[in-house]
Nanobody
């Protein structure tokens, strides 16, 4: 199982970023996918969820209306479009694949929102 996360970086408040997580080594289309984030000295928190076929999405209240999760099963990739970024969105963002007892994590990508 391997993930390649990309798209993180430094952005000013109010800016946008698009995270990508390309997966391999498992049947991507059978797994629900999630994005988590972890800020310094804070616990990892769930940011967004998308079902295996993409028909269901859910978001943390803190990002609702600003972030959009999507997936392309043909490319085995999940995305997180982040708009209207705030300094409190600064964190390492991780993609996660879960199905039953199987639970896989990406390596994380840093997002820093600062002027």
């Amino acid at each position: 199982v391997q993930f390649v996360e990309s798209g993180g970086g430094l952005v000013q408040p109010g800016g946008s970023l698009r995270l990508s997580c390309a997966a391999s080594g498992f049947t991507f289309s059978s797994y629900n996918m999630r994005w988590y984030r972890q800020a310094p000295e804070k616990e990892r928190e769930l940011v967004a969820f998308i079902s295996s076929a993409g028909g269901t999405t859910n978001y943390a209240d803190s990002v609702k209306g600003r972030f959009t999760i999507s997936r392309d099963n043909a490319k085995s990739t999940v995305y997180l479009q982040m708009n209207s970024l705030k300094p409190e969105d600064t964190a390492v963002y991780y993609c996660n694949a879960r199905r039953g007892v199987y639970n896989y994590w990406g390596q994380g990508t840093q997002v820093t929102v600062s002027s």
